[in-house]
């Protein structure tokens, strides 16, 4: 496990403070307890990832790790650890799509990260800050914010945090596979925090938000993209949108298997194309024409990201949309202030700062 990072740590139930133990001199594996106090949860710290999961997560982790249950020294977390077993379809769903679209580091992450970080100052991605990144995926963010310098704390409440610890460096990135609405982390632990596309899945983003802020310093910063509301665009554009999302209703309740090969044949069908069309207006000196293209943010894009993307958006059983007002009205009921959203997509994208008193 990642030394700097148990200090950090706290316990989701209690928020005490917590201490590792070792399986057999394996920094890698082991459990953490509490240094005092009457709580008695412990977590297992598994392949270097503390799993800080409540609830039926922790069913589904010991399905998916039978064989380090299976231990001596861990089964007496087995009773416990076994009851509420049911998957949650949400995170399930997820996590296939980031085992499927694991990369990172590729030149469209690249262009995407300019677009999602524009606001955020160059000072606060260097060396010596610590950075949160509430809703991990497979690592991709973590690694472009790690490789400027910060120390990153990727959280994910799904398995796909092994992808991220397999993606990233452990000393740069310390990974944790939480909940967001129970994050494990002591106040002001980050100097700011980013959660981009996440959510707007959870069951409760206020509640999720609010966790992420108070992990940060006063004085820190939360960077935040959720989906919008289509509020700028027009009529058309918003009814177009309604047939979308009744598709993506339909797709994600779906075997899996049925909601890969739809959704790639979506991409195939209508993202490229629309896509190409954008970049055709670009090229011909339309540039007004081509933003105005459905799908025209994918122009630059390779058809991987339309594929990765076309699951994402229609895999999912769970999406809420917020239109600017919304977004602004959210991060101030977070105890943001100086909230600033972007003028330019991915819509919408801001930051707020955390007071300092």
Not at 230 to 243: A, H
């Amino acid at each position: 496990m990642t030394d700097w990072l148990l200090p950090l740590l706290r316990c989701p139930v209690c928020g005490g403070s917590l201490t590792f133990r070792a399986i057999e001199g394996s920094n890698a594996n082991g459990f953490l307890r509490h240094q005092a106090g009457t709580c008695a949860e412990q977590y297992p710290v598994i392949d270097g990832v503390p799993r800080m999961i409540l609830g039926p997560t922790r069913g589904a982790l010991m399905r998916g790790r039978q064989e380090w249950f299976a231990q001596p020294r861990a089964r007496f977390l087995r009773t416990e650890w076994s009851k509420g077993i049911s998957a949650d379809p949400v995170i399930d769903a997820f996590d296939d799509e980031w085992s499927r679209y694991r990369d990172v580091g590729t030149t469209d992450h690249a262009d995407l990260f300019a677009r999602y970080f524009d606001l955020v100052p160059i000072s606060d991605l260097s060396a010596g800050k610590t950075v949160l990144d509430a809703g991990a995926g497979a690592g991709r963010w973590a690694f472009e914010v790690s490789r400027r310098g910060p120390r990153v704390i990727a959280v994910d409440l799904g398995r796909s945090i092994e992808i991220t610890r397999a993606n990233t460096s452990p000393e740069q990135v310390a990974c944790v596979q939480a909940d967001l609405e129970a994050l494990p982390l002591a106040a002001g632990s980050v100097d700011w925090a980013y959660s981009l596309g996440v959510l707007h899945h959870t069951r409760d983003p206020e509640g999720a938000l609010a966790q992420v802020v108070k992990a940060v310093r006063p004085g820190g910063m939360v960077l935040l993209y959720i989906y919008y509301a289509l509020d700028q665009r027009g009529p058309l554009f918003r009814r177009l949108f309604r047939v979308v999302d009744m598709t993506r209703r339909f797709l994600s309740r779906q075997p899996r298997t049925a909601t890969r090969i739809i959704t790639a044949g979506i991409a195939l069908l209508v993202y490229w194309p629309l896509a190409r069309l954008a970049a055709i207006l670009e090229r011909a000196g339309a540039g007004v024409p081509a933003a105005k293209v459905p799908l025209s943010s994918y122009r630059h894009l390779s058809f991987r990201t339309m594929l990765n993307d076309s699951l994402d958006r229609f895999g999912t059983r769970r999406e809420l949309r917020y239109t600017r007002a919304e977004m602004i009205a959210l991060m101030y009921r977070a105890e943001l202030s100086n909230v600033q959203i972007s003028d330019t997509g991915p819509f919408w994208h801001g930051i707020g700062s955390k007071p300092t008193q």
